[in-house]
């Protein structure tokens, strides 16, 4: 796992974040904003608190937490194979 290290709210709904092993970049959220438990991001105060979660996690008051695996891949622009190669990804059968 990628824990974040740093974060900060930028213009918008992007945050800046740097990864422990120095990957760093901004990811935009615009398209959770409120939507469901991100509407609290809505008062614009409330998105500006970002931090890191005790888990290496972007996180915000109300307990919003987001996954730091896919903010990586994210910004980094790795795949699930590059992050877990020994891990098989079947797909589901519906």
């Given at each position: 796992?990628n824990?974040?290290?740093?974060?900060?709210?930028r213009?918008?709904?992007s945050?800046?974040?740097?990864?422990?092993?120095?990957?760093?970049?901004?990811?935009?959220?615009?398209?959770?904003a409120?939507?469901?438990?991100?509407?609290?991001?809505?008062?614009?105060?409330?998105?500006?608190?970002?931090?890191?979660?005790?888990?290496?996690?972007?996180?915000w008051?109300g307990?919003?937490?987001?996954?730091?695996?896919?903010i990586?891949?994210?910004?980094?622009?790795?795949?699930?194979?590059?992050?877990f190669?020994?891990?098989?990804?079947?797909?589901?059968?519906?």
């Amino acid at each position: 796992m990628n824990r974040i290290i740093e974060a900060q709210a930028r213009p918008g709904f992007s945050v800046w974040v740097k990864f422990e092993d120095g990957v760093d970049g901004v990811i935009d959220l615009s398209k959770l904003a409120g939507n469901g438990v991100f509407q609290a991001w809505e008062r614009r105060t409330v998105f500006e608190r970002v931090h890191v979660g005790p888990a290496g996690s972007l996180a915000w008051p109300g307990e919003i937490e987001l996954d730091p695996d896919r903010i990586y891949m994210s910004v980094s622009g790795k795949r699930v194979e590059d992050l877990f190669p020994n891990v098989a990804c079947q797909p589901v059968d519906a």
